[in-house]
């Protein structure tokens, strides 16, 4: 059975902090996906991040960086220099070769001026 | 990526009735699939939505409770059957792009569903 956990229920800094958000996972498969998704107040899910079990490089998108550690099973996101519209719950999610996601509890952002 | 979009993104329904849930999406697509968020909670798979075929539901999801309907590599339907307060909950689709090192996966805006 695939199991996320998110163990950070809140978190809130001030603008330009910086903000890691932790996610572990656990998995049989050999072969999987980790994800990041952002919900906003408005409430859609907006796609961050897609990463494959057999590609442990770290990404950096703007102020976004992720760190992948199979040896920790770990897919930790770090904002650098918040924002006010980096508030929003973030979830964890992960994936096998059915497609099938399975989410994290979700990490409440909150950013203040 | 693609356009997803989803009929109603909201509605206030009555117990004991029905409301039927579309997803679009703007191009073909191989693999769709519903989920629900409860208030304040994280996202649930209910079931996979297969083209031709009968959805596939996940543990603790019935068909006579959400059938599903997926005519097309486009659309699909999700119909919350005999509505409780408890169904009371956001309904999203979500759509799969590529294999590998190409998968990614998008959700639509969801559909605000509260049960009076």
């Known amino acids: 059975a695939q199991k996320v956990t998110q163990a950070q229920t809140e978190i809130s800094v001030v603008e330009k902090e910086d903000v890691t958000l932790d996610c572990v996972y656990e998995?049989?498969?050999?072969?999987?996906?980790l994800f990041w998704y952002k919900q906003p107040p408005s409430g859609e899910l907006v796609f961050l991040i897609r990463?494959?079990?057999?590609?442990?490089q770290n990404e950096i998108s703007g102020r976004y960086s992720w760190n992948f550690q199979k040896s920790t099973s770990s897919f930790n996101f770090t904002i650098t220099a918040s924002q006010v519209v980096d508030s929003a719950v973030y979830f964890c999610?992960?994936?096998?070769?059915?497609?099938?996601?399975?989410f994290g509890a979700g990490t409440t952002v909150t950013v203040r001026a | 990526s693609a356009v997803i979009s989803q009929k109603p993104s909201r509605d206030i329904c009555q117990r004991g009735t029905s409301l039927t849930i579309q997803c679009q999406v703007d191009s073909q697509v191989t693999m769709m699939f519903w989920y629900r968020q409860q208030p304040g909670q994280s996202l649930t798979l209910i079931a996979t939505?297969?083209?031709?075929?009968?959805?596939?539901?996940e543990s603790g999801f019935v068909i006579d409770k959400f059938p599903i309907s997926r005519p097309n590599l486009t659309f699909s339907t999700l119909t919350v059957s005999n509505m409780s307060p408890e169904d009371s909950s956001i309904y999203l689709c979500?759509?799969?792009f590529g294999t590998g090192v190409t998968y990614e996966q998008y959700f639509g805006p969801g559909t605000r569903l509260t049960v009076t």
């Open positions: 990463r494959n079990s057999f590609d442990e």
């Open positions: 979500s759509v799969k």
């Open positions: 999610a992960l994936s096998d070769n059915d497609y099938k996601l399975s």
């Open positions: 939505a297969n083209q031709g075929s009968e959805a596939t539901y």
């Open positions: 998995t049989r498969d050999t072969t999987y996906y």
